[in-house]
């Protein structure tokens, strides 16, 4: 992922700017989804958002034609153009800045993003644990009541077959009356 004036990009987003790119710096939706194979139209308007959040792209919605909307516009800038390498792709050593970092600066670095990780790596393994404990209890819950549906059995064969007439269903009430 790079960051671009603070605004993180995903790869979906460096490949909307790679088909920007080869749409000679301006394509519509449909035209982004046809290169770069994102089928719906919402994550490439979110990346167009992104895209302009890190000033990179401007984008415009048409006027409507015929009763139904135009597709949207997206339209590199010149801090585009100057961030992006001969093939369209964000030149990704630039961006982060790693070459400058030593590696005590990286690790730091690498720690800090690790920090959320594993917070929410902890919850979720506390979720986990308290998910695992309800399933059990309502598997205790449905064997008791598993037991008391035997014995309900046992004691009406231990009866024997009903002699009243109908059958015994239909004289049988459930729920409160």
Do not use: C
């Not at 710096?25 to 890190?54: C, D, M, P, Q």
């Not at 231990?158 to 009356?177: M, N």
């Amino acid at each position: 992922m790079a960051t671009i004036n603070n605004v993180e990009l995903d790869w979906k987003a460096q490949d909307v700017l790679e088909a920007l790119v080869e749409n000679g710096g301006e394509a519509t939706t449909s035209e982004v989804k046809s290169y770069t194979g994102l089928e719906r139209n919402e994550v490439i308007k979110y990346r167009f958002g992104k895209l302009a959040e890190a000033g990179l792209v401007e984008t415009h919605q048409p006027e409507a034609r015929n009763g139904r909307p135009a597709a949207k516009v997206a339209r590199l800038t010149d801090a585009a153009e100057e961030l992006l390498d001969g093939d369209g792709e964000v030149d990704l050593e630039v961006e982060v800045g790693d070459d400058d970092l030593t590696i005590d600066e990286r690790m730091e670095r690498l720690e800090k993003q690790m920090a959320p990780i594993r917070e929410t790596y902890g919850e979720v393994k506390k979720r986990v644990a308290e998910l695992e404990e309800a399933v059990e209890e309502h598997d205790e819950e449905l064997d008791g009541i598993a037991e008391e549906i035997r014995n309900v059995k046992r004691a009406m064969d231990v009866d024997g077959p009903d002699t009243r007439d109908g059958d015994l269903a239909s004289e049988l009430e459930f729920g409160d009356d």
